[in-house]
């Protein structure tokens, strides 16, 4: 598995905090099955994407988890206008290994309709864009059609992977699986940032994704799609997305699922250990 939103560096945003923090997640990751870990630290108004500081611990982290996990570089990219100005001005900077896909996050407050100016701004200097975690947004949580209008516009979306069976509440996990029956997911991943509070797991994602919508699915959520992004390829063909031009396209009860108490499910074996020989 290629898990595309990872902040693995160490000492440059809120995840690993030294080095023995981003071994620590590389080898929890490992161990759960993933094979390639891509790093995206955050480029904020908090944190600052300090370019220099970030290569060199990059090139740390890939010496030191050479022969055990593959290592590719990008950013969890913030949509405020100074970063957009920079990621015009000098493109394809902030994408994943240089090579145009570029992992996009919004703000948790608003989501203003300027948005889509900015977003068009960025798909004309050249990149694809990947939306993080759309189902985490109370924004979209109270207004869904947002992922349809995003998906017209041709951006691709990122899930994180607990958040289907209920780890980041019952609204992100309802809105998630509503868009996973709808073909609207093109990526798992697990925005790790600590192996207790936000660990690097996939494993339990891509069962339930293999027993809810079938193994093909779960295979291209989780090793296909990434490995596009990872080699900055041509976008495979995908099913096609439903319900896209509907009005409403996803109506979730936020009154009700807001008193929901879930429990994530007992993880599922099979499909796995036949993907994965383990």
């Known amino acids: 598995m290629i898990d595309i939103h990872h902040h693995l560096i160490y000492g440059v945003d809120d995840g690993a905090r030294d080095l023995e923090s ?6 929890e990751a490992a161990r759960d099955g993933i094979t390639h870990i891509v790093c995206t630290p955050h480029a904020n108004d908090e944190y600052s ?19 055990k996990m593959e290592l590719s570089l990008g950013c969890d990219f913030h949509l405020s206008a100074e970063n957009i100005f920079d990621a015009v001005a000098h493109a394809p900077k902030y994408s ?49 059609g947002l992922v349809a209008e995003w ?4 951006c691709l979306m990122q899930v994180t992977a607990n958040a ?36 690097p797991h996939m494993r339990h994602a891509c ?3 293999a027993q809810k919508q079938g193994e093909e699915t779960a295979r291209r959520l ?32 936020l009154a009700r699922l807001s008193r929901k108490n879930r429990h994530a499910p007992e993880e599922k074996k099979g499909f796995f250990a036949r993907l994965f020989g383990r």
Request: glycine letters at 6%; aromatic letters at 10%.
């Open 164 to 199: 289907l069976y209920g780890r980041f509440g019952p609204v992100a996990e309802a809105l998630s699986n509503e868009m996973l029956k709808r073909n609207w997911i093109h990526f798992l991943a697990t925005d790790a940032h600590h192996v207790d509070w936000r660990p």
């Open 222 to 253: 989780c090793v296909t799609n990434p490995q596009a992004v990872v080699d900055g390829a041509r976008w495979p063909a995908q099913p096609e997305m439903l319900d896209l031009e509907k009005k409403d396209p996803v109506r979730l009860d």
């Open 96 to 144: 994943v290994n240089g090579k145009g896909y570029l992992l996009v996050e919004f703000s948790n407050g608003i989501i203003p309709p300027q948005i889509s100016d900015s977003l068009f701004h960025l798909q004309s200097a050249g990149y694809t864009l990947v939306v993080t975690h759309p189902e985490r947004y109370p924004a979209v949580q109270q207004n869904p």
């Open 22 to 27: 981003s071994l620590t997640l590389a080898d």
């Open 49 to 67: 994407y300090p370019k220099q500081i970030i290569d060199e611990r990059f090139a740390e982290l890939r010496e030191r988890l050479r022969g």
């Open 207 to 209: 069962e339930y994704v």
């Open 151 to 154: 998906l017209r516009r041709g």
